[in-house]
Nanobody
Framework: QVRLVESGGGLVQAGGSLRLACAAS????????MGWFRQAPGKEREFVAA????????LYADSVKGRFTISRDNAKNTVYLQMNSLKPEDTAVYYC???????????????WGQGTQVTVSS
């Protein structure tokens, strides 16, 4: 089992920045691909970013490419999502996830955090 706890969400004005963190505990953190998804009210949960477990390959949704950066610190069992140039449409609950496979589909991930709210005001 892997337990994931997100932090760093909040309210920010458009154009601002936030950094989300996800602390993992349980089984070997470095063996898992890590990702971030988000879910806005009335919408399905969507992929945001992912980072692989071996060579730190990264994937990004087109909507966040160039603005968001995912990173991980295996020594601290933590994955981060640096979000810059935030837009009102980035408003959502952001979920951290871990899985044995590296990809953009929800089904590729096995463990999920409780989520952290990000609100971007215009």
């Amino acid at each position: 089992q892997v337990r994931l706890v997100e932090s760093g969400g909040g309210l920010v004005q458009a154009g601002g920045s936030l950094r989300l963190a996800c602390a993992a505990s349980g089984r070997t953190f470095s063996s898992y691909a890590m990702g971030w998804f988000r879910q806005a009210p009335g919408k399905e949960r969507e992929f945001v970013a992912a980072i692989s477990w071996i060579d730190f390959n990264r994937l990004y949704a087109d909507s966040v490419k160039g603005r968001f950066t995912i990173s991980r610190d295996n020594a601290k069992n933590t994955v981060y999502l640096q979000m810059n140039s935030l837009k009102p449409e980035d408003t959502a609950v952001y979920y951290c996830t871990a899985g044995a496979r590296f990809g953009i589909r929800r089904t590729e991930y096995d463990y999920w955090g409780q989520g952290t709210q990000v609100t971007v005001s215009s």
